[in-house]
């Protein structure tokens, strides 16, 4: 929150009182502060897990179930929808989160690191090689019919925890390790997705289909009819949504494919933005006292706006709206609603036994063997070349790294497991492996990597180009 004044201007809005306008930007300033460290999210998501631990292990855990499992719903007439609390955030917040996941995957392929083949080549051989060594490892150690449904748990690296971890390692951390990281998650996600939707949805009902093409066709004829207001692809969203979920595909894998077809071109651009914005300015600026009535100045500001909402894509602009309420608010509600494993004194049984043990050995090993071993084999044979500054000590951090999978991860076990005590023990494998390789990556970044001078090296991850929401 600035407090800069420009010249000629008074000092404070005409209601404001001065001793509760500074109460207030003194107890801004630290909030402003946490929300720009690109740790934030992360110690958010940390913060959120430990919560739920606590609760689902404290003298109140039975209100936590209850709490979750409250029920929530509309009512028209004779119709009536109701769903629980847990099923809110899993089925319907999370479906803004993968929209921004589909967005953020549609940019990089048309101007990010994926956007060629050659750049693309490494990450996208590390998230495959992170993807099928821990789903393989877990189906060695899990073979049977009550546990094998998790191989896909371990598959995924959760980007804010990721992050988070490689900014505490400051300036050790290249820029080129940042965006590695970045594209391999992107990568990792779009794999996610598609285990998602073959794997774990349901028996597909066409009539669901037909309804969620509907949705998706009215994307494509607002687009094609020049409909600029974001509020009212809400709609056709919407029954994109509800269509997925009546054909029995897991309704998130909506929200990804309405943020792959949102537009990422820009209409004005920066520089049309600029170019109107200084016409409709100046024409302020040269009107006499009196000549400019507010209607005229309400008209020529609306202008002014609509310029500044077109000089970005739709998806940029969706992305930086939706990433704030996405990393500090959606995220942490989920790992609120999913982390919270009842750790009983009593041994766990063979098969979940089995399934938490698969589960933190697919992440903690198999993530770190994928990862540096399929970069390692693109490299050797030529398929892709290792970006300047990167070594084998960075791709051994990169490894470490990937093997934190949270919230992916515990998503996935949320659809793999319909018996209680196998998703549990599935989640406690998570948390533990996560917890562990988080320590893993800390340890080896600050033994292997070195605070030699690196041009730039602890820039931000917005500064390298990259941005993310997960």
């Known amino acids: 929150m600035s407090t800069t004044t420009p010249p000629g201007q008074p000092a404070l809005p005409p209601e404001a009182w001065a001793p509760l306008l500074r109460l207030s930007r003194l107890a801004g300033r630290p909030l402003e502060r946490f929300l720009h460290i690109e740790a934030a999210s992360g110690i958010l998501l940390l913060v959120a897990a430990a919560i739920a631990l606590l609760w689902a292990n404290s003298p109140w855990a039975e ?21 629980s609390l847990e099923w809110v955030v899993n089925d319907g917040l999370m479906a803004i989160f993968f929209f921004v996941v589909g967005m953020e995957i549609r940019r990089e392929v048309h101007q990010g690191e994926l956007s060629e083949l050659r750049r693309a080549a490494l990450p996208a051989a590390a998230a495959l090689g992170g993807m099928l060594v821990p789903a393989g ?23 804010a925890f990721a992050v988070g971890i490689l900014t505490l390692l400051g300036s050790r951390v290249p820029p080129a390790l940042r965006v590695l990281l970045l594209a391999l998650a992107v990568i990792d996600d779009l ?35 020049a409909v600029r207001s974001k509020w009212a692809y809400v709609v056709p969203a919407f029954v994109a949504w509800a269509g997925v979920y009546a054909a029995g595909i897991h309704p998130t894998i909506a929200g990804v494919i309405i943020g792959l077809i949102t537009p990422v071109r820009t209409w004005l651009g920066p520089e049309g933005f600029v170019t109107g914005a200084r016409t409709e300015l100046e024409h302020i600026a040269q009107a006499q006292p009196g000549e400019l009535s507010s209607h005229h100045l309400a008209e020529t500001l609306r202008r002014v ?8 894509s739709p998806s940029e602009s969706l992305i930086a709206t939706l990433h704030p309420w996405v990393a500090f608010g959606i995220m942490p509600v989920f790992a609120l609603a999913n ?28 993530k770190p063997l994928g990862v540096i071993g399929a970069c390692w084999l693109a490299l050797r044979l030529r398929l892709a070349t290792l970006p300047k500054g990167l070594g084998m000590r960075e791709l051994l951090v990169l490894g470490s790294t990937a093997g934190i999978g949270f919230t992916m991860a515990l998503f996935i076990a949320q659809l793999a497991f319909t018996e209680t005590k196998l998703l549990a023990a599935g989640k406690l494998g998570v948390l533990a492996a996560s917890g562990a390789a988080a320590v893993i990556a800390l340890v080896l970044g600050r033994w292997l990597l070195t605070t030699s001078a690196r041009p730039g090296a602890a820039r931000s991850v917005d500064e390298a180009e990259r941005s993310t929401a997960l």
């Open 339 to 366: 982390a919270g494993v009842s750790i009983s004194s009593e041994p766990l049984d063979a098969a979940s036994w089995t399934v938490a043990l698969a589960t933190a050995i697919g992440l903690l090993v198999g």
């Open 305 to 312: 706006d609509a310029a500044r909402r077109e000089a970005m």
């Open 137 to 159: 490892l877990y189906l060695l150690l899990a073979n049977t019919p009550g546990t094998r449904s998790g191989w896909g748990v371990p598959m995924a690296t959760d980007i």
């Open 191 to 225: 794999g996610a997705i598609i285990v998602i939707a073959l794997f774990y949805s349901s028996g597909v009902a066409v009539t669901g289909l037909l309804v969620a093409a509907l949705g998706i066709v009215g994307v494509f004829a607002m687009q094609r009819f």
């Open 63 to 83: 209100s936590y179930a209850h709490f979750w499992h409250t029920p929530l719903g509309i009512r028209v007439g004779d119709f009536t929808f109701e769903r």
